[in-house]
């Protein structure tokens, strides 16, 4: 039997924080909750213009029949028509130079990142970006258990048109051993 | 790994009469009949597994977990620089793919790879099955 394994987005405080487990969707927009209707809360074209950020990680319900699970990658697999004018993704994920987030005291902002400060990869990386435990060669051998924070911003500027950007796909990938 | 009997299981995957896919695998298990089993039933087996033969049309791929050898068209052996201490890697991959400006669910992607390590360097051999098809290469380690 396969793992359990879903994706949850946290919001809110760390004092107030609200955890949902599996939403239906990752829309970015101006509010700070999850599976968003991005027509209710567009994203206003502005100089250094942002989504809020997006705090998620990879939660591991029950390891079924497995004993591991790592090599955790997450990409944008599908650009869709390609990127607006001055529309971009950051992200924390990174190959190397790997830095473990700790949730804000605030929570989520729609301010530019300081946590999001790379852009977020367009193509499969080579390893794992996200890591467990602090590191990127680090696995889940017990369930309940999480990856680290993955941190996702969307970035626009006074140039983005108005309407809607290109659909996107994310990515999430991990294996079981 | 010690020898035992080693019941055959037969994958077989025959998408047209010129591309055939066939995958042969021994077992400890104290059966000794054959019986067909799908690629996603080998996650479970993965600690009971002695050989695997891989046939793609006219080439043929043998994995001996046993004796850690790795054969060729009956023949040719790959050359490991470090060939003292192989293990079989078994891995069951997941793809959650979100589309953004969308209310539905996320699409489940699976994959799953067996392959041959070698410890001490970066590459193995590795047979990839997903709906895609089967592919067997060389692979830098996962």
């Known amino acids: 039997m396969p793992a359990t394994v879903v994706i949850t987005e946290t919001n809110g405080t760390l004092a107030g924080q609200v955890e949902n487990i599996d939403p239906a969707n990752i829309n970015m927009g101006s509010d700070d909750s999850p599976e968003i209707v991005p027509a209710t809360y567009p994203i206003t074209a502005q100089a250094d213009g942002h989504a809020f950020e997006k705090w998620l990680r990879v939660y591991v319900s029950a390891l079924g029949g497995s004993s591991i699970i790592d090599n955790i990658k997450i990409w944008l697999s599908n650009l869709g028509g390609g990127w607006k004018t001055g529309e971009g993704w950051s992200a924390n994920l990174r190959e190397s130079g790997y830095v473990q987030m700790s949730y804000n005291t605030g929570g989520p902002i729609e301010t530019d990142s300081a946590d999001a400060d790379q852009a977020m990869p367009e193509a499969e990386p080579s390893g794992p970006n996200l890591g467990i435990s602090g590191s990127l060669g680090g696995q889940i051998t017990s369930s309940p258990n999480y990856s680290d924070w993955c941190v996702l911003q969307m970035d626009i500027s006074n140039l983005t048109p108005a309407g809607s950007v290109n659909q996107k796909t994310i990515t999430f990938q991990y294996d079981e051993q | ?142």
């Not at chain 2, 039933?41 to 033969?53: C, G, N, Y």
């Not at chain 2, 470090?82 to 793809?95: D, G, H, P």
């Not at chain 2, 709906?131 to 290469?137: E, F, I, T």
Request: proline share 2%; net charge neutral; charged share 25%.
């Open chain 2, 1 to 142: 790994m010690g020898g035992a009997s080693a019941p055959l299981i037969l994958y077989k995957e025959r998408r047209d009469m010129d591309n055939v896919h066939e995958i042969i695998i021994t077992t400890r298990e104290d059966s000794n009949n054959p019986r067909v089993v799908q690629f996603r039933d080998l996650f479970a087996l993965r600690e009971q597994i002695t050989s695997m033969m891989y046939i793609w049309n006219t080439n043929c791929y043998y994995v001996d977990v046993v004796s850690q050898t790795f054969i060729v068209n009956g023949g040719r052996k790959i050359q490991f620089s470090n060939f003292e201490a192989c293990k079989v890697l078994y891995r069951r991959r997941t793809q959650l793919k979100y589309t953004t400006n969308s209310e539905g669910e996320p699409e489940t992607v699976l994959t799953w790879l067996i392959g041959l390590e070698e410890i001490g360097t970066k590459r193995m051999v590795l047979l990839i099955v997903s709906d895609n098809g089967v592919v067997w290469q060389w692979a830098n380690k996962l």
